[in-house]
């Protein structure tokens, strides 16, 4: 039994293949790497939905429409719900939405995060709510919801690519978890919570916020060596590294690493903070390597996703909401994919517990 499930395969998929041997992640058979140089988020959804939906020309202007209609919700936003962590506010309004199973219930699902969490982000701020502009590409839609100012090429293309990249990925735990409650027929607002909650945890989608924290308690290039190893003694997992399949380097990593360089090169991220996570990295690494030899850890994606969303602008405890941003696409295309193909999804358990005392 491994509680993992690790090496268990529990559902059959056309979505997305992670190789962890090569290091290789196809989506809907297109390379990240090809997925990423030419592609909008608006793109990918329009490849994980086929077949799933009926999709009719480009999905940019009904995926606008859904923006506003679902920000209608931002008006009853109470002070209680903004006082809570952005992933848990935007939860809570995302349960608002009906569970359909529908291209238009879908994609009104597609928008709440990115509508929520940019509301949430300014009435944490103080600052009111910007409406949707139905109009505009998402990720720009999504950067002047937050900031209220248009945002450059560059900033529009770097989250673009971001979106991209993290939009489908294999049975990771949260669309898995999609897929188990989709396979109870329960609806997608339901499989999309479930794979919210997932996703939240350090060991999954909230590890890009602890990737600041350490580079923060790190400080310097010079410092960094030290720093991680005391860390590591003191029992720590190094975050943005290691990952249940990839035993090579995640090609995650690399496409937002060119994202990453070509915002540094715009002036967007400080060198010296560019530096610093090139230390920490290779610092990191080798340390991995020395202390656990029998276990090949490399960087995750989680650990340049920190610096991208940091240099546009978002807060550290938003960041899992950035995620759910861009999965949200792949869970949903699971959770049809489950609903339409699959079956309860129901294991077993084999009970390790006390028996009932037999009468003598
Ligand atoms: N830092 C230090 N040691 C680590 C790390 C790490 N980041 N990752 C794994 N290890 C060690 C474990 O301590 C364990 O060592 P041991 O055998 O001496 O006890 C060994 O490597 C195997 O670890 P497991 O927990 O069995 O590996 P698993 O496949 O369950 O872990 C995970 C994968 C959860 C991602 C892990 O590597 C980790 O905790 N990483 C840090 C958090 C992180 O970056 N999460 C984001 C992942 S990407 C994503 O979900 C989008």
């Not at 989250?159 to 993290?166: C, F, K």
Request: hydrophobic share 50%; aromatic share 4%; glycine share 8%.
């Amino acid at each position: 039994m491994k509680s993992g499930l690790e090496d268990v395969v529990a559902a059959e998929t056309v979505l997305s293949d992670v190789d962890g041997k090569n290091g290789r992640l196809i989506v809907r058979g297109v390379s990240l790497d090809d997925l990423v140089t030419s592609s909008r988020y608006e793109d990918v959804l329009e490849l994980l939905f086929d077949g799933f939906f009926p999709m009719r020309g480009s999905v940019q202007p009904a995926l606008g429409a859904a923006r506003q209609e679902v920000f209608a919700h931002v008006a009853q936003t109470d002070p209680a719900l903004v006082a809570l962590p952005p992933v848990e506010g935007m939860r809570a309004l995302l349960a608002r939405l009906d569970d359909g199973d529908d291209l238009a219930a879908a994609l009104r699902l597609v928008a709440a995060p990115s509508v929520f969490t940019t509301a949430l982000l300014r009435l944490k701020a103080g600052l009111s709510p910007i409406a949707p502009d139905a109009g505009l590409p998402h990720a720009a839609d999504v950067l002047r919801m937050m900031t209220g100012t248009m945002p450059s090429m560059q900033q529009v293309s770097a989250l673009d690519r971001y979106l991209v990249t993290v939009a489908d990925h294999g049975l990771n735990a949260s669309t898995f978890a999609a897929r188990v409650v989709a396979s109870t027929q329960a609806g997608l607002t339901s499989s999309v919570l479930a794979a919210l909650s997932a996703l939240k945890g350090p060991l999954h989608g909230g590890a890009p916020g602890p990737v600041l924290d350490m580079l923060d308690a790190a400080a310097t290039p010079a410092n960094a060596p030290a720093w991680l190893e005391s860390a590591l003694a003191n029992g720590e997992r190094l975050m943005g590294f290691g990952h249940r399949v990839y035993r090579v380097r995640d090609p995650r990593a690399d496409a937002l690493k060119g994202a990453v360089r070509v915002l540094a090169g715009s002036g967007a991220i400080d060198p010296a903070r560019l530096a610093l996570a090139e230390a920490v990295e290779a610092a990191a690494l080798d340390l991995l390597k020395r202390k656990k030899p029998d276990r090949p850890l490399d960087t995750n994606v989680e650990f340049y996703t920190a610096l991208l969303l940091e240099a546009l602008g978002f807060s550290r405890e938003a960041f899992t909401c950035v995620f759910a941003m861009g999965r949200v696409g792949g869970w949903i295309a699971h959770a049809r994919e489950q609903a339409l193909d699959g079956r309860l999804i129901r294991p077993m358990s084999v009970y390790v517990g006390p028996m009932p005392q037999v009468a003598a």
